[in-house]
């Protein structure tokens, strides 16, 4: 029976994979090895990985075509020959085989057969294929949302940003034309391609012109880097393998240098690294949870990495000069040549020539469990520790000097949720910077750590109004624990916000004990907190606030007569006909409405005249309003009221008034 015509090419396929997977599994090792053990400049980083992700494609090929037989070189059985019935093989009688020709063809035979089977290889790479198809097709098609999210970004020519970028170009001499976008559906400014930097339309707003610089440039180092160019090989080639997990530790690792490395092509060009690290605190607040889906050349696109790279940039760690790659470039290279030499190569079975079979541990043992195995510890150490060095860094970057630093710091705390980050943050309250104190009492009141609660509320005594602001808001996250008597205190407080947000805090916290003392805000300075007054009143449901919320039924403003209105109908408390005829005259169409609805609700006859001239008011919602109220009050007045409302020229008017008049009276 002959092989099938596929079976060749499956079997020097599947015996190329297999020499890849060693040889990537040796290449890509030493460059952890080597990155892990010596603290390396990125640049001498981004080198070796980029060697051996590359190299341990071509290696293999080249053994193959040198016909090297190295000293582990695996050769893969021999597909048995199956004969056909009457035919004669090794020149020998098939009617006198010997013993030992017997012997030794069958035992050939069956162990081959149970260890190899000519299926094998060709379903191997078969799976192989689809799986690396697959993947790769997701990638494209995650590459192509990513292109539909960005369809609306829209070209900046001129302007402030496009003469950045302009001048930038002159300075450090980059020659090649780049197209400067801007879109909103992106939070980091990103590098595309080979010659486009999309922002996002926060960048005007939000970064002063120096920081503005720092972001043009650290995208232009992409741009001038092909970083774009290498995660996209290097993302096909983790797809494509993916039974090498060590490549997307690669991936990884280069996303990683090309950051470090466009930091400091940035800050050599801009000669500032404050800039820069001021860019990316900021641009760290506009990080959306949802990433791009893809692997793209970014300010921040990785969150974790931010800290580490603010913290290299304040602290003054950036080569005065780019490192020399010569040396480590010959030994890249050399370690390319020694794997070409003695790393084990793969080989299909030669046809003419009868092979031994190999012992399975020959060709399993070795690649299978040092590469996947290998990795696996590795890939659980990095994902599963990343997050504990990442709040370890942003702890201690709780301690920096520069107290924007501090501030990103304590955000992402909050951000990331860690409960180890409570204590280190209660420490913060303390800090001298007004603005680092604000971002760690709202991060605390992100982490919900009822350990925060005594800590913050020690703040509402704070020097700086915005901290005692930001201290109530914070104590809004929980409903028991908090202390009322601080509160209370600040409703006399010389700010306005503060006096609102306390109010509304004991709002939520239903201090009904307080009644009073908010009561006596009914004539605050700020309409604001007179509104706030008027509506925890009526949520409190305390009585005692009921002559409180009459007395501002006359307020000068109208949103407070408005929420005094709904408040004194939550409380089910009385409101003179006198007063409320005359506020379905107030000024304000919300006011009226409202005072219309409760003459309907109250069924106050005695406003069926100020009903029925209301039906002709201006605003649409007050003749609705007056013609619905009409239909509540049970009297013959209000009857022909709504008859008359039947030739209003107003829609709403004429169905409001035929759906009441079909009700009983």
């Not at 040198?66 to 098939?94: I, K, M």
């Not at 294929?129 to 990513?146: Q, T």
């Not at 030499?341 to 003419?352: E, G, I, L, T």
């Amino acid at each position: 029976m002959t092989a099938p015509p596929a079976a060749p090419l499956a079997s020097s396929l599947f015996a190329w994979l297999l020499t890849y997977l060693i040889h990537s599994t040796v290449l890509l090792g030493v460059a952890w090895l080597v990155t892990r053990r010596r603290r390396l400049e990125p640049g001498v980083s981004d080198l070796l990985w980029k060697v051996a992700l590359l190299a341990s494609l071509v290696t293999g090929t080249i053994q193959a075509r040198l016909r090297l037989s190295t000293p582990a070189a695996v050769t893969l059985p021999a597909a048995p020959s199956v004969g056909e019935p009457g035919t004669v093989r090794n020149n020998e009688s098939p009617a006198r085989p010997t013993a030992e020709h017997t012997s030794t063809t069958s035992t050939t035979s069956t162990t081959s057969t149970a260890l190899f089977t000519p299926s094998i290889p060709l379903l191997t790479v078969l799976l192989w294929a689809a799986v690396a198809l697959a993947s790769s097709l997701y990638y494209v098609a995650r590459r192509l949302i990513l292109v539909g999210r960005l369809a609306d970004r829209r070209a900046v020519s001129d302007g402030p940003l496009a003469a950045t970028l302009a001048d930038l170009q002159r300075a450090t001499g980059y020659r090649r034309r780049v197209r400067l976008t801007m879109a909103r559906t992106i939070s980091s400014p990103v590098a595309l391609g080979l010659s486009e930097i999309c922002v996002p339309e926060l960048a005007l707003s939000e970064l002063g012109a120096e920081q503005q610089r720092s972001m043009l440039a650290h995208e232009l180092a992409h741009l001038a880097r092909r970083d774009s160019v290498w995660l996209a090989g290097a993302s096909l080639i983790e797809r494509f393998f993916f039974f090498q997990p060590l490549n997307r530790l690669a991936r990884r690792e280069l996303e990683t240098t090309a950051e470090y490395l466009s930091d400091e092509w940035a800050m050599r060009k801009t000669g500032s690294a404050v800039s820069l690290a001021k860019c990316l605190a900021t641009v760290a607040e506009w990080i959306q949870a949802s990433p791009l889906g893809v692997p793209v050349a970014g300010l921040a696109e990785r969150r974790s990495l931010l800290v580490a790279r603010i913290a290299r940039l304040l602290d003054g760690r950036l080569p005065s000069s780019p490192a020399s790659r010569r040396g480590w470039a010959i030994a890249a290279a050399l370690g390319v040549v020694a794997t070409i030499a003695a790393a084990p190569r793969v080989s299909q079975p030669s046809p003419p020539v009868p092979l031994s079979v190999p012992e399975r541990g020959d060709y399993v043992r070795s690649p299978s469990p040092e590469g996947r195995g290998g990795q696996g510890v590795r890939t659980r150490t990095g994902s599963g520790g990343e997050d504990t060095t990442v709040v370890k860094a942003l702890i201690a970057r709780l301690k920096d000097e520069n107290a924007g630093v501090r501030r990103a710091a304590a955000h992402s705390l909050g951000q990331l949720g860690d409960p180890r980050a409570v204590q280190p943050l209660i420490v913060v309250l303390a800090d001298s910077d007004a603005e680092v104190r604000s971002t760690a009492v709202d991060a605390l009141a992100d982490l919900e750590d009822p350990r925060a609660i005594g800590p913050i509320a020690g703040l509402l005594k704070d020097p700086v109004a915005d901290v005692r602001h930001n201290a109530l808001s914070a104590l809004s996250h929980w409903e028991q624990g908090v202390p009322t008597a601080p509160v209370v205190a600040l409703l006399d407080d010389p700010s306005a916000d503060v006096r609102h947000e306390a109010v509304d805090l004991l709002e939520h916290l239903h201090a009904r004990s307080a009644g009073s003392a908010i009561a006596r805000l009914i004539h605050d300075p700020s309409a604001d907190v007179r509104s706030a007054v008027v509506q925890a009143l009526g949520n409190l449901g305390a009585q005692s606030g009921a002559a409180a919320i009459t007395e501002a039924l006359g307020d000068a403003n109208a949103d407070v007569r408005h929420a005094a209105l709904s408040a004194l109908n939550d409380l089910k408390a009385p409101i003179a006909e006198a007063t409320l005829l005359n506020l379905m005259k107030d000024a304000s169409a919300d006011v009226r409405q409202r005072a219309a609805e409760l003459a309907g609700e109250r069924s106050v006859v005695a406003a069926i005249p100020a009903l029925r001239r209301l039906i002709d008011d201006p605003r649409g919602d007050v003749r609705e309003a007056a013609t619905e109220a009409l239909g509540h009050i049970a009297d013959p007045a209000a009857r022909q009221a709504l008859q008359a409302a039947l030739q209003s020229p107003d829609p709403k008017v004429r169905r409001a008034a035929a759906e009441a008049l079909g009700q009983d009276p």
